[in-house]
């Protein structure tokens, strides 16, 4: 690997890219759905706490100066990747603040080596897609402050230092000088090794803010209203030199975050910044975006995309205006006619109401969407969340959020259960209480923060049956598969746990309460669960994605749901008992032999055109016709 990497960097910084930044065509050859992305599992990698595969490149205080709390207390350093998550390192107690500070600090020194590392492992689970987090250099664990678009974080390839100092002899705004780092060429040799897997990839960017570490943004900071790139942002005010012992600098910050200072639109309505708004980006901030897409999805200027990524998740894809988007599509597919675009659309009125994204999903901005609005109605049927749905109710909700969407947007949705912004998928449902609000031992001191019990491990074996089995693409946040437990943001951004490495217990509370000692380590049971379902949902592609879909018993009595789905002569009947006690099902069914998939056991013959299923207490069960 080491040689292929300098052999690469030697080839990449030859391949220098100077094609030019505006799109060819004025029209993309192909507004149409991803076909590609209707038949994936995506698997979320958040690349600082997935694997460290090499401590030399790990972050030091120098290379996480302008992240968000930007301390630098004495004796910072790393933390094991084992280490027990509440419990303070000896620097962070010597802070004086609480944990919730001091995790913001800490880095484990996750990287790109470690990624391909576990390669065999992904492929083994069977994941076919990877949705990686950002991975543009930036100062925070989270990578959304970008220090630069266009070079992937120092801290994730060989040479830190050496990628600082290629990133400084260049000009931001001339790909003609950009060159490739060591972390950019190992980036590239993942990308291939994922192609010749026959995986995909897609990255996270957030075209709305930069850090305060952007390189445009120092300028500003530096210059003020003289700064060329002093329209770049949304700036309500210069500092006055006539007054220096006063700062009147201010601007926008991503929902009031001042380290994450928002760039320009025009065009909006006035008063609108958020939502299905018209307006653009400043052109020079689009050329720019428009220069580092190009520079990931065609790395070597070849007109051939094969050797790039396979499409973008856009963050805070609402509080960017639709203008832009459309733009954006165009030339990204001008590029890529095959690549997907995902936008994060999520609320409209937290935490009560999600947007409806059919704007967004009407062919000329997205492939798809974060599909929260599965999660939400899923969680509260089977885990008895508020509002507690029914059998029937569930089947409402789900037609009511799928209204106006057309069929083949719903089959290239992100269904997700978890992510980097919410519980991971067993707190949340060990904890059925409002969706994404209070879901932290901060806001509620009772929020439940140790390993989900059995009768949560139950439930979630059931939504996973409902995920796979459902139209849209499945999605698992990465440690989920293998039973990781955590509140929200930080806590859902614990290190994954590996079967190669013996964790310290989790015994410490972060307010300092009393709580039960965890062992920290995979749950195979789980790991299984999942392994089969991806492997069911494969062997049977076409049914599950392309299938019709008709619900065959809804009893809002005894918690009980059944549906099927159907492509040509193949039926897939899939069956939920949510309730505490052993439940019969019968429901009408194509006269057959229906192999019993998921749980594999027995098979049933329906005749009849009548079929009965007995199922246990909070289990869900598969059976194909074929």
Request: negative net charge; charged residues 25%.
């Amino acid at each position: 690997m080491k040689y292929l990497l300098v052999f690469l960097v030697l080839f990449a910084a030859a391949c220098t890219s100077d094609v030019p930044v505006e799109p060819t065509a004025a029209d993309a050859p192909n507004l149409g759905v991803s076909a590609w992305s209707r038949d994936v599992v995506w698997y979320q990698i958040f690349v600082e706490r997935f694997r460290n595969g090499d401590p030399s490149n790990d972050p030091t205080l120098h290379d996480i100066e302008g992240a968000w709390r930007d301390a630098r207390p004495a004796g910072w350093q790393p933390t094991p990747w084992t280490h027990d998550w509440y419990r303070q390192e000896d620097w962070a107690e010597a802070t004086g603040e609480d944990f919730y500070f001091t995790a913001q600090i800490r880095r484990y020194g996750g990287d790109l080596q470690g990624v391909l590392d576990k390669l065999d492992y992904l492929q083994d689970l069977g994941v076919t897609a990877f949705y990686f987090n950002p991975i543009n250099d930036a100062p925070s664990l989270h990578k959304y402050d970008a220090r630069s678009y266009r070079h992937i974080d120092r801290n994730f390839g060989p040479d830190p230092q050496g990628d600082e100092t290629i990133a400084a002899a260049e000009d931001p705004l001339d790909p003609a000088t950009w060159q490739w780092t060591a972390a950019d060429s190992l980036f590239l040799v993942l990308v291939d090794e994922i192609h010749r897997r026959g995986m995909r990839i897609i990255l996270d960017y957030s075209w709305n803010h930069t850090g305060i570490t952007f390189w445009a943004w120092k300028d500003i900071l530096e210059k003020q209203q003289d700064s060329p790139y002093a329209g770049w942002y949304e700036i309500n005010q210069f500092d006055d030199p006539a007054t220096p012992d006063t700062n009147e600098f201010d601007y926008d910050g991503w929902l009031g975050v001042k380290t994450l200072p928002e760039l320009k639109k025009v065009g909006r309505p006035e008063g609108m910044r958020h939502g299905a708004i018209e307006g653009n980006l400043v052109d020079p901030v689009k050329q720019h975006v428009f220069a580092v897409t190009r520079r990931w999805l065609d790395p070597n200027g070849d007109g051939d995309p094969s050797d790039g990524i396979d499409g973008f998740r856009l963050d805070v894809a609402e509080m960017v205006p639709l203008g832009f988007w459309r733009d954006y599509r165009r030339f990204v597919r001008s590029i890529n006619p095959e690549a997907y675009l995902v936008g994060e659309v999520w609320w409209e009125k937290w935490p009560d109401r999600m947007m409806d994204p059919t704007p967004w999903l009407q062919g000329d901005v997205f492939d798809a969407v974060m599909n929260y609005r599965w999660y939400m109605p899923t969680r509260s049927f089977f885990a008895g969340a508020p509002p507690n749905l029914t059998a029937s109710g569930y089947v409402a909700h789900l037609d009511s959020v799928e209204a106006g969407i057309d069929p083949a947007f719903q089959k290239a949705m992100m269904n997700l259960t978890a992510s980097h912004d919410s519980p991971r998928f067993g707190t949340s449902v060990y904890n059925p209480g409002l969706y994404k609000y209070e879901v932290h031992p901060r806001g509620n001191p009772d929020y439940k923060i140790d390993r989900p019990d059995a009768r949560a491990r139950q439930i979630q074996r059931m939504i996973l049956v409902q995920q796979f089995t459902y139209p849209g693409a499945p999605h698992i946040w990465n440690g989920d598969e293998v039973g990781m437990w955590g509140a929200d943001d930080p806590d859902v951004r614990k290190p994954l746990v590996w079967d190669d490495l013996t964790y310290e217990d989790e015994t410490a509370h972060p307010f300092g309460r009393p709580r039960r000692r965890d062992a920290v380590a995979p749950d195979t049971a789980l790991f299984r669960v999942y392994k089969n379902l991806i492997a069911l949902r494969k062997a049977h592609l076409r049914l599950f994605v392309d299938g019709t879909l008709t619900y065959r018993l809804t009893d809002d009595t005894h918690g009980l749901l059944a549906y099927e789905r159907a492509l040509d002569d193949a039926r897939a009947v899939v069956a939920f008992n949510k309730s505490d006690q052993p439940q019969p099902l019968t429901f009408d069914a194509q006269n057959g032999t229906y192999q019993a998939a998921f749980p594999t056991g027995e098979s049933i013959d329906v005749t009849g055109g009548s079929m009965t299923i007995d199922l246990p207490p909070r289990t869900a069960g598969v059976w194909i016709k074929e």
